[in-house]
């Protein structure tokens, strides 16, 4: 094995997300011959985190534990990290375009004096090469970046490089690793979370999105059962936040989440560029709308045009049916 690549983990409420094991997917695109060193940080035991690194294809785990690193802190995390890629000194780093992974990958970058690519969506080979591919514009086009010397450091957007098949028969060495943490000048006193109902947006695989056309807080509850008998998640156009039809949470567009799920229905959303933005790579998107002239059934794969307190109803008794 000649190259190394570190894989930094990401967990919420103690469960790895599932863009860790996407990212371990990555490093394998990247090169199928490369050791792939899993790092989970955090505190307590991480010991059931670091085996389901292994079952998704990590070769061995790193893990340093600490209780400076029970919440996230790009300070206390990034000490960790590099703690480890010094010791490690590796080909390259993948993580996830999340939160976290926006905050610390350019923070790294700049530690290790070397570049970033970040938002990855796809990565294709010429040659030997790793082309990497990544939204512009807001998604209205892609770019393909290649990395010519230094640490191969990328950040890949969550539901967009399919994870490996998970393994529970493979085993690795899974060690940890103590670090200092020193000079955390964060302190986190409290994590205080909004009741969320159902899937976590940003990892759905089915999105549920109401706009304007929702026309209140009530008007939401048809998608919240249409989510729930598909096993989705529930967005929002900026258009139903202002109208204070729902939290900004759910808000999906240029100044909210950016979503890439296998099917995204939008309902009572005209198909602002701004919403565009957010969910054009949707790999399915089902359009619902009165009016046949909307922007979004330009961008839609099946449109239906109607009232969607009408059709909504009838898509969810459809759908038990199956
Ligand atoms: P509308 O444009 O009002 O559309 C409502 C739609 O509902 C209409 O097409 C109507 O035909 C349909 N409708 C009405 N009643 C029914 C019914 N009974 N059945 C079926 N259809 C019905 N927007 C975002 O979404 N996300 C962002 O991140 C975002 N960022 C922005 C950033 C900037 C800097 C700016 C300037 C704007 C941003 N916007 C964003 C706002 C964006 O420009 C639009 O104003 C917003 O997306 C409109 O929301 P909407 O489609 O829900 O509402």
């Known amino acids: 094995m000649s190259d190394k690549y570190i894989v930094v983990s990401e967990a919420r409420d103690g469960e790895l997300r599932h863009v860790s ?63 480890i890629v010094n010791d490690e000194n590796p080909s390259g780093i993948v993580m996830g375009h999340t939160s976290i992974g926006k905050d610390l990958s350019p923070k790294l970058a700049s530690k290790l004096e070397t570049g970033l690519i970040s938002d990855a969506v796809a990565i294709e080979k010429d040659g030997d090469q790793s082309v990497f591919i990544r939204p512009i514009y807001s998604g209205k086009a892609f770019e393909k970046k290649i990395i010519t010397n230094g640490i191969t450091f990328v950040t890949i957007r969550p539901n967009n490089i399919a994870a490996l098949e998970k393994d529970e028969s493979r085993s690795g060495d899974i060690s940890t690793k103590s670090v200092d943490v020193t000079d955390i000048r964060t302190i986190v006193k409290d994590v205080v979370r909004k009741a969320a109902k159902g899937v976590d947006l940003s990892e759905a695989n089915v999105i549920i999105a109401g706009g304007r056309g ?109």
């Open 214 to 322: 929702v026309k209140s807080e009530d008007g939401f509850k048809p998608l919240y059962e249409l989510a729930e008998v598909l096993g989705g998640a529930v967005g929002a156009s900026r258009g139903a936040c202002d109208a204070e039809y729902c939290d900004y949470a759910l808000q999906i567009g240029q100044t909210g989440k950016v979503v890439t799920p296998d099917l995204y229905i939008a309902v009572g959303i005209s198909g602002a560029i701004q919403h565009l933005a957010g969910m054009s790579n949707s790999k399915v998107i089902v359009a619902i709308n009165k009016d046949p002239e909307a922007n979004i059934f330009n961008i839609a794969d099946y449109g239906i045009v109607g009232d969607l307190f009408e059709v909504i109803p009838l898509l969810i008794e459809e759908i038990k049916k199956v």
């Open 21 to 83: 094991f996407e990212a371990i997917a990555a490093a394998k695109e990247i090169n199928s011959d490369a050791e792939i060193v899993g790092v989970v940080v955090g505190d307590g035991s991480l010991e059931d985190s670091a085996k389901e690194l292994i079952y998704y294809g990590a070769d061995r785990v790193i893990s340093v534990s600490h209780e400076k690193l029970k919440t996230y802190t790009s300070e206390g995390y990034g000490q960790a990290i590099m703690a």
